[in-house]
Protein backbone atom coordinates (compact mmCIF):
# COMPACT_ATOMS: atom_id res chain seq x y z
CA UNK A 1 0.00 0.00 0.00
CA UNK A 2 0.87 3.51 -0.36
CA UNK A 3 0.60 6.05 2.38
CA UNK A 4 2.80 8.55 4.43
CA UNK A 5 3.29 6.50 8.06
CA UNK A 6 4.10 8.31 10.80
CA UNK A 7 6.17 7.25 13.73
CA UNK A 8 6.59 9.63 16.92
CA UNK A 9 9.25 7.85 19.37
CA UNK A 10 11.50 5.87 16.88
CA UNK A 11 13.30 3.45 19.61
CA UNK A 12 13.25 -0.14 19.47
CA UNK A 13 9.54 -0.75 19.00
CA UNK A 14 8.53 2.27 17.07
CA UNK A 15 11.96 1.38 14.62
CA UNK A 16 10.40 -2.23 14.62
CA UNK A 17 7.35 -1.34 13.90
CA UNK A 18 8.62 0.87 11.04
CA UNK A 19 11.07 -1.71 9.45
CA UNK A 20 8.06 -4.25 9.77
CA UNK A 21 5.82 -1.87 8.48
CA UNK A 22 8.29 -0.83 5.34
CA UNK A 23 9.39 -4.73 4.49
CA UNK A 24 5.40 -5.25 3.40
CA UNK A 25 4.59 -2.27 2.00
CA UNK A 26 7.58 -0.97 0.32
CA UNK A 27 6.27 1.74 -1.38
CA UNK A 28 5.12 3.91 1.82
CA UNK A 29 6.54 6.54 2.94
CA UNK A 30 8.17 6.16 6.66
CA UNK A 31 8.34 9.54 8.49
CA UNK A 32 9.89 9.88 11.89
CA UNK A 33 9.68 12.57 14.53
CA UNK A 34 11.36 11.78 18.17
CA UNK A 35 12.10 14.45 20.97
CA UNK A 36 15.86 12.54 20.72
CA UNK A 37 17.69 14.65 17.12
CA UNK A 38 20.07 11.81 17.97
CA UNK A 39 17.19 8.86 17.57
CA UNK A 40 16.32 11.24 14.61
CA UNK A 41 19.55 11.12 13.01
CA UNK A 42 19.80 7.76 13.55
CA UNK A 43 17.00 6.22 12.24
CA UNK A 44 17.66 7.94 9.42
CA UNK A 45 20.84 7.12 8.74
CA UNK A 46 20.20 3.41 9.52
CA UNK A 47 17.60 3.80 7.00
CA UNK A 48 14.66 2.79 9.84
CA UNK A 49 13.10 5.99 7.90
CA UNK A 50 12.83 7.80 4.61
CA UNK A 51 12.24 10.99 6.53
CA UNK A 52 12.73 12.74 9.87
CA UNK A 53 10.35 15.76 10.70
CA UNK A 54 11.10 18.40 13.53
CA UNK A 55 7.69 18.99 14.58
CA UNK A 56 5.41 16.26 15.84
CA UNK A 57 2.36 18.61 14.25
CA UNK A 58 4.11 18.61 10.93
CA UNK A 59 4.25 15.38 10.58
CA UNK A 60 0.57 14.09 11.87
CA UNK A 61 -1.16 16.89 9.37
CA UNK A 62 0.73 15.02 6.68
CA UNK A 63 0.36 10.95 7.72
CA UNK A 64 -2.13 8.25 6.67
CA UNK A 65 -1.22 6.13 10.07
CA UNK A 66 0.05 7.83 12.94
CA UNK A 67 1.90 5.31 15.16
CA UNK A 68 2.71 6.66 18.72
CA UNK A 69 6.01 4.56 20.28
CA UNK A 70 6.94 6.71 23.02
CA UNK A 71 6.93 5.56 26.92
CA UNK A 72 2.96 5.68 27.42
CA UNK A 73 2.75 9.07 29.63
CA UNK A 74 4.58 10.68 26.75
CA UNK A 75 2.02 9.08 24.45
CA UNK A 76 -0.77 10.50 26.13
CA UNK A 77 0.60 13.89 25.75
CA UNK A 78 0.71 13.30 22.43
CA UNK A 79 -2.60 12.21 22.13
CA UNK A 80 -4.01 15.80 23.50
CA UNK A 81 -1.86 17.53 20.87
CA UNK A 82 -3.06 15.66 18.40
CA UNK A 83 -6.74 16.44 19.16
CA UNK A 84 -5.79 20.02 18.38
CA UNK A 85 -4.30 19.43 14.91
CA UNK A 86 -6.42 19.63 11.40
CA UNK A 87 -5.55 15.73 10.10
CA UNK A 88 -5.94 14.13 7.14
CA UNK A 89 -9.86 12.32 7.03
CA UNK A 90 -9.17 8.91 6.99
CA UNK A 91 -5.98 8.91 9.06
CA UNK A 92 -5.69 5.88 11.47
CA UNK A 93 -3.77 6.72 14.83
CA UNK A 94 -2.38 3.81 17.24
CA UNK A 95 0.43 3.42 19.70
CA UNK A 96 2.57 0.54 20.71
CA UNK A 97 1.91 1.09 24.88
CA UNK A 98 2.47 -1.93 27.46
CA UNK A 99 -0.76 0.05 29.31
CA UNK A 100 -3.95 0.49 27.39
CA UNK A 101 -6.72 2.01 29.76
CA UNK A 102 -5.30 5.48 30.69
CA UNK A 103 -4.34 5.65 26.49
CA UNK A 104 -7.46 4.58 25.16
CA UNK A 105 -9.53 6.90 27.73
CA UNK A 106 -7.08 9.97 26.78
CA UNK A 107 -7.84 9.31 22.74
CA UNK A 108 -11.67 9.89 23.48
CA UNK A 109 -11.77 13.29 22.59
CA UNK A 110 -9.82 12.44 19.00
CA UNK A 111 -12.48 9.24 18.40
CA UNK A 112 -15.20 12.20 19.21
CA UNK A 113 -13.79 14.74 16.48
CA UNK A 114 -14.16 11.38 14.24
CA UNK A 115 -10.79 10.38 13.97
CA UNK A 116 -9.87 6.72 13.96
CA UNK A 117 -7.31 5.55 17.32
CA UNK A 118 -7.14 2.13 18.11
CA UNK A 119 -4.28 1.14 21.19
CA UNK A 120 -2.50 -1.26 20.60
CA UNK A 121 0.61 -3.29 21.89
CA UNK A 122 2.95 -5.82 20.46
CA UNK A 123 3.89 -7.66 23.29
CA UNK A 124 7.13 -8.92 22.63
CA UNK A 125 10.07 -6.60 23.12
CA UNK A 126 13.94 -6.78 24.70
CA UNK A 127 15.82 -5.35 27.70
CA UNK A 128 17.43 -3.27 24.87
CA UNK A 129 16.32 0.41 23.85
CA UNK A 130 16.89 2.60 20.84
CA UNK A 131 16.60 2.61 17.38
CA UNK A 132 19.66 1.05 16.90
CA UNK A 133 18.38 -2.13 18.56
CA UNK A 134 15.25 -2.18 16.22
CA UNK A 135 14.23 -4.87 14.20
CA UNK A 136 11.94 -6.35 11.53
CA UNK A 137 11.31 -9.35 12.75
CA UNK A 138 10.92 -8.55 16.38
CA UNK A 139 7.01 -9.40 16.65
CA UNK A 140 7.39 -12.55 14.40
CA UNK A 141 4.93 -14.72 16.43
CA UNK A 142 4.49 -12.60 18.82
CA UNK A 143 0.89 -11.10 20.23
CA UNK A 144 -0.25 -7.96 19.45
CA UNK A 145 -2.86 -7.14 21.15
CA UNK A 146 -5.76 -4.42 19.37
CA UNK A 147 -8.14 -2.51 21.82
CA UNK A 148 -10.49 -0.84 19.29
CA UNK A 149 -13.63 0.78 21.33
CA UNK A 150 -17.17 0.55 19.98
CA UNK A 151 -16.56 3.73 18.30
CA UNK A 152 -14.47 2.22 15.73
CA UNK A 153 -15.03 0.69 12.27
CA UNK A 154 -14.27 -2.88 11.60
CA UNK A 155 -13.09 -2.22 8.57
CA UNK A 156 -10.52 0.45 9.84
CA UNK A 157 -9.33 -2.34 12.50
CA UNK A 158 -8.82 -4.34 9.02
CA UNK A 159 -6.57 -1.39 7.68
CA UNK A 160 -4.64 -1.23 10.44
CA UNK A 161 -3.81 -5.23 10.33
CA UNK A 162 -3.21 -4.87 6.73
CA UNK A 163 -0.67 -2.16 7.72
CA UNK A 164 0.73 -4.32 10.27
CA UNK A 165 0.99 -7.13 8.24
CA UNK A 166 4.78 -7.11 8.18
CA UNK A 167 5.29 -7.60 11.73
CA UNK A 168 4.14 -11.51 11.37
CA UNK A 169 2.37 -11.13 14.63
CA UNK A 170 -1.23 -12.94 15.56
CA UNK A 171 -3.97 -10.05 16.11
CA UNK A 172 -5.55 -10.52 19.09
CA UNK A 173 -8.67 -8.25 20.36
CA UNK A 174 -9.34 -7.30 24.01
CA UNK A 175 -10.70 -4.73 26.26
CA UNK A 176 -8.03 -2.13 27.51
CA UNK A 177 -9.26 -3.40 31.31
CA UNK A 178 -8.50 -6.99 30.40
CA UNK A 179 -5.39 -6.26 28.54
CA UNK A 180 -4.20 -4.14 31.70
CA UNK A 181 -5.18 -7.39 33.83
CA UNK A 182 -3.12 -10.19 32.01
CA UNK A 183 -0.19 -7.51 31.41
CA UNK A 184 -0.18 -6.55 34.71
CA UNK A 185 0.35 -10.43 35.37
CA UNK A 186 2.46 -11.63 33.19
CA UNK A 187 4.90 -8.66 32.04
CA UNK A 188 4.33 -5.71 34.81
CA UNK A 189 4.56 -7.31 38.52
CA UNK A 190 7.11 -9.87 36.85
CA UNK A 191 9.53 -6.05 36.49
CA UNK A 192 9.06 -5.35 39.73
CA UNK A 193 10.50 -8.99 40.98
CA UNK A 194 13.17 -8.87 38.59
CA UNK A 195 14.11 -5.15 39.97
CA UNK A 196 13.76 -6.20 43.42
CA UNK A 197 16.00 -8.87 43.40
CA UNK A 198 18.58 -7.23 41.76
CA UNK A 199 18.04 -4.69 45.10
CA UNK A 200 18.34 -7.18 47.25
CA UNK A 201 21.74 -8.66 45.76
CA UNK A 202 23.22 -4.84 45.90
CA UNK A 203 22.41 -4.75 48.97
CA UNK A 204 24.27 -8.21 50.12
CA UNK A 205 26.90 -7.59 48.17
CA UNK A 206 27.63 -4.12 50.53
CA UNK A 207 28.33 -7.12 53.15
CA UNK A 208 29.62 -9.35 50.85
CA UNK A 209 31.64 -8.23 47.25
CA UNK A 210 31.31 -12.34 46.38
CA UNK A 211 27.67 -11.81 45.48
CA UNK A 212 28.18 -10.54 42.17
CA UNK A 213 31.04 -12.03 41.38
CA UNK A 214 29.13 -15.30 42.21
CA UNK A 215 26.32 -14.42 40.56
CA UNK A 216 25.01 -17.05 37.95
CA UNK A 217 23.12 -18.21 35.05
CA UNK A 218 19.60 -18.89 37.42
CA UNK A 219 20.03 -14.99 38.51
CA UNK A 220 20.99 -13.71 35.23
CA UNK A 221 18.27 -15.30 33.78
CA UNK A 222 15.71 -14.20 36.23
CA UNK A 223 16.97 -10.25 36.45
CA UNK A 224 17.34 -10.00 32.75
CA UNK A 225 14.74 -7.64 32.44
CA UNK A 226 15.92 -5.64 35.11
CA UNK A 227 18.48 -4.07 32.40
CA UNK A 228 15.19 -2.36 30.64
CA UNK A 229 14.93 1.36 30.14
CA UNK A 230 13.40 3.11 33.60
CA UNK A 231 11.97 5.51 32.02
CA UNK A 232 9.45 3.19 30.18
CA UNK A 233 8.48 0.78 33.09
CA UNK A 234 7.98 4.10 35.44
CA UNK A 235 5.25 5.05 33.23
CA UNK A 236 4.20 1.60 33.10
CA UNK A 237 3.78 1.72 36.83
CA UNK A 238 1.84 4.67 36.98
CA UNK A 239 -0.22 3.87 34.63
CA UNK A 240 -1.16 0.55 35.64
CA UNK A 241 -1.45 1.36 39.10
CA UNK A 242 -4.25 0.05 40.90
CA UNK A 243 -4.08 -3.99 38.93
CA UNK A 244 0.00 -3.51 40.08
CA UNK A 245 -1.57 -3.14 43.63
CA UNK A 246 -3.86 -6.10 43.91
CA UNK A 247 -0.79 -7.73 43.01
CA UNK A 248 1.52 -6.69 45.37
CA UNK A 249 -0.84 -7.94 47.84
CA UNK A 250 -1.23 -11.03 46.29
CA UNK A 251 2.31 -11.65 46.06
CA UNK A 252 2.89 -10.77 49.84
CA UNK A 253 0.30 -13.54 50.72
CA UNK A 254 2.25 -15.98 48.04
CA UNK A 255 5.45 -15.03 50.14
CA UNK A 256 4.16 -15.43 52.92
CA UNK A 257 2.62 -19.10 52.52
CA UNK A 258 6.19 -20.52 51.13
CA UNK A 259 7.65 -19.04 54.11
CA UNK A 260 5.43 -20.88 56.10
CA UNK A 261 6.07 -24.04 54.41
CA UNK A 262 9.90 -23.23 54.53
CA UNK A 263 10.25 -22.10 58.18
CA UNK A 264 7.91 -25.55 59.45
CA UNK A 265 10.74 -27.59 56.98
CA UNK A 266 7.75 -28.84 55.22
CA UNK A 267 9.42 -30.90 52.71
CA UNK A 268 5.99 -32.38 51.02
CA UNK A 269 4.69 -28.58 50.74
CA UNK A 270 7.50 -27.45 49.46
CA UNK A 271 8.37 -30.11 46.73
CA UNK A 272 4.57 -29.78 45.67
CA UNK A 273 5.02 -26.10 45.24
CA UNK A 274 8.06 -26.10 43.10
CA UNK A 275 6.36 -28.97 41.29
CA UNK A 276 3.32 -27.20 40.78
CA UNK A 277 5.13 -24.09 39.41
CA UNK A 278 6.90 -26.71 36.99
CA UNK A 279 4.18 -27.98 35.59
CA UNK A 280 2.43 -24.98 34.95
CA UNK A 281 5.86 -23.23 33.28
CA UNK A 282 6.70 -26.29 31.07
CA UNK A 283 2.96 -26.43 29.79
CA UNK A 284 3.25 -22.89 28.51
CA UNK A 285 3.19 -22.83 25.20
CA UNK A 286 7.10 -22.71 23.53
CA UNK A 287 7.22 -21.95 19.93
CA UNK A 288 5.19 -18.53 19.96
CA UNK A 289 6.49 -15.47 21.20
CA UNK A 290 4.31 -13.71 23.98
CA UNK A 291 5.42 -12.43 26.94
CA UNK A 292 7.75 -15.12 27.06
CA UNK A 293 10.46 -14.80 24.87
CA UNK A 294 11.31 -18.37 22.66
CA UNK A 295 14.45 -19.02 21.74
CA UNK A 296 15.57 -21.50 18.84
CA UNK A 297 18.25 -22.55 21.41
CA UNK A 298 20.83 -25.54 20.37
CA UNK A 299 23.47 -26.77 23.47
CA UNK A 300 26.58 -27.46 22.23
CA UNK A 301 28.93 -29.39 24.64
CA UNK A 302 32.58 -28.07 24.19
CA UNK A 303 35.88 -28.45 25.60
CA UNK A 304 37.33 -25.63 27.93
CA UNK A 305 39.90 -23.74 26.21
CA UNK A 306 40.57 -20.32 24.73
CA UNK A 307 39.25 -19.84 21.25
CA UNK A 308 36.55 -22.63 21.49
CA UNK A 309 33.87 -20.02 20.85
CA UNK A 310 35.27 -18.51 17.91
CA UNK A 311 35.78 -21.81 16.57
CA UNK A 312 32.38 -22.04 16.19
CA UNK A 313 31.00 -18.97 15.66
CA UNK A 314 33.83 -18.80 12.64
CA UNK A 315 32.10 -21.87 11.07
CA UNK A 316 28.01 -20.65 11.62
CA UNK A 317 30.03 -17.42 10.07
CA UNK A 318 30.91 -18.93 7.14
CA UNK A 319 27.75 -20.97 6.35
CA UNK A 320 26.25 -17.70 7.24
CA UNK A 321 23.91 -18.53 10.03
CA UNK A 322 22.90 -15.88 12.68
CA UNK A 323 23.46 -16.17 16.28
CA UNK A 324 21.02 -13.92 18.19
CA UNK A 325 22.49 -14.66 21.42
CA UNK A 326 25.52 -16.88 22.94
CA UNK A 327 26.61 -18.13 26.58
CA UNK A 328 28.39 -20.32 27.97
CA UNK A 329 26.95 -22.51 31.13
CA UNK A 330 27.92 -24.58 33.83
CA UNK A 331 31.81 -23.99 32.73
CA UNK A 332 34.56 -25.85 35.43
CA UNK A 333 37.73 -26.48 35.34
CA UNK A 334 38.56 -29.63 33.73
CA UNK A 335 35.24 -30.71 32.17
CA UNK A 336 33.33 -30.16 29.14
CA UNK A 337 31.39 -26.75 29.41
CA UNK A 338 27.99 -26.09 27.49
CA UNK A 339 27.48 -23.62 25.33
CA UNK A 340 24.16 -22.44 24.56
CA UNK A 341 23.28 -20.88 20.97
CA UNK A 342 20.15 -18.97 20.23
CA UNK A 343 18.40 -18.58 16.73
CA UNK A 344 15.73 -16.67 15.25
CA UNK A 345 14.13 -19.98 13.71
CA UNK A 346 13.89 -23.51 13.89
CA UNK A 347 15.78 -24.01 10.19
CA UNK A 348 18.68 -21.59 11.20
CA UNK A 349 19.17 -23.65 14.72
CA UNK A 350 18.94 -27.16 12.34
CA UNK A 351 21.23 -25.75 9.89
CA UNK A 352 23.79 -25.03 12.77
CA UNK A 353 23.57 -28.31 14.10
CA UNK A 354 24.53 -29.62 10.68
CA UNK A 355 27.04 -27.02 10.74
CA UNK A 356 28.47 -28.14 14.12
CA UNK A 357 29.07 -31.70 13.49
CA UNK A 358 30.18 -31.21 9.94
CA UNK A 359 33.00 -29.32 11.20
CA UNK A 360 33.53 -30.65 14.85
CA UNK A 361 33.46 -34.16 17.52
CA UNK A 362 31.15 -31.87 19.43
CA UNK A 363 28.33 -32.99 21.12
CA UNK A 364 25.38 -31.08 20.10
CA UNK A 365 21.37 -30.85 21.72
CA UNK A 366 18.20 -29.29 21.33
CA UNK A 367 15.98 -29.36 25.00
N1 LIG B 1 10.68 -2.45 25.13
C1 LIG B 1 9.75 -3.37 25.07
O1 LIG B 1 10.02 -4.55 25.33
C2 LIG B 1 8.36 -2.97 24.67
C3 LIG B 1 7.51 -3.95 24.12
C4 LIG B 1 6.22 -3.57 23.70
C5 LIG B 1 5.79 -2.25 23.88
N2 LIG B 1 6.63 -1.33 24.44
C6 LIG B 1 6.16 0.06 24.53
O2 LIG B 1 6.70 0.74 23.42
C7 LIG B 1 6.93 2.11 23.74
C8 LIG B 1 8.37 2.48 23.37
O3 LIG B 1 9.25 1.64 24.07
P1 LIG B 1 10.72 1.34 23.53
O4 LIG B 1 11.18 0.08 24.15
O5 LIG B 1 10.75 1.48 22.03
O6 LIG B 1 11.52 2.55 24.18
P2 LIG B 1 12.85 3.27 23.66
O7 LIG B 1 13.43 3.93 24.85
O8 LIG B 1 13.70 2.33 22.88
O9 LIG B 1 12.28 4.38 22.66
C9 LIG B 1 11.42 5.40 23.04
C10 LIG B 1 11.67 6.58 22.11
O10 LIG B 1 10.64 7.53 22.33
C11 LIG B 1 11.25 8.82 22.28
N3 LIG B 1 10.36 9.77 22.94
C12 LIG B 1 10.22 10.03 24.26
N4 LIG B 1 9.28 10.98 24.44
C13 LIG B 1 8.83 11.32 23.21
C14 LIG B 1 7.86 12.24 22.75
N5 LIG B 1 7.15 13.00 23.58
N6 LIG B 1 7.67 12.33 21.41
C15 LIG B 1 8.38 11.57 20.55
N7 LIG B 1 9.31 10.69 20.93
C16 LIG B 1 9.52 10.55 22.25
C17 LIG B 1 12.59 8.63 22.93
O11 LIG B 1 13.48 9.68 22.60
C18 LIG B 1 13.00 7.27 22.35
O12 LIG B 1 13.70 7.42 21.14
C19 LIG B 1 6.60 2.26 25.22
O13 LIG B 1 5.32 2.83 25.35
C20 LIG B 1 6.61 0.85 25.76
O14 LIG B 1 5.72 0.71 26.84
C21 LIG B 1 7.90 -1.66 24.80
O1 LIG C 1 11.59 -9.55 26.67
C1 LIG C 1 11.70 -8.52 27.31
O2 LIG C 1 12.78 -8.05 27.59
C2 LIG C 1 10.49 -7.78 27.72
O3 LIG C 1 10.48 -7.24 28.78
C3 LIG C 1 9.38 -7.71 26.79
C4 LIG C 1 8.04 -7.30 27.36
C5 LIG C 1 7.57 -8.37 28.35
O4 LIG C 1 7.33 -8.07 29.50
O5 LIG C 1 7.41 -9.51 27.91
C6 LIG C 1 8.12 -5.98 28.02
C7 LIG C 1 7.19 -5.05 27.90
C8 LIG C 1 6.28 -5.04 26.80
O6 LIG C 1 5.17 -4.31 26.95
C9 LIG C 1 6.13 -6.31 26.11
C10 LIG C 1 7.08 -7.24 26.23
Known amino acids: ?176 KEHDRIAGVISHFPHIIAASLVHQAQQYE ?20 ASSNPEMWRDIFIHNKEELLQLFDRWIEEMKKIRTYVADGDSERIYQYFHEAKQFRDGLPVRTKGAIPSFYDLYVDVPDYPGVISEITGYLAKARISITNIRIIETREDIYGVLRLSFQTEDDRQRAKHCIEANTNYETHVV
Not at 45 to 69: M, N
Not at 206 to 224: K, N, Q, W
Request: proline letters at 4%.
Open 1 to 176: MRGNILIAGLGLIGGSIALAIKRAHPNATMIGYDVSDESLRLARSLGVIDEAVSSFAHGACEADVIVLAAPVVQTEQLLRDLVHLSLRPNVIVTDVGSTKERIVKQALPLLEKGATFIGGHPMAGSHKSGVAAARAHLFENAFYILTPTEHVKEEDVIRLKHWLEGTKAHFVTLTP
Open 206 to 225: REDELVSRLAAGGFRDITRI
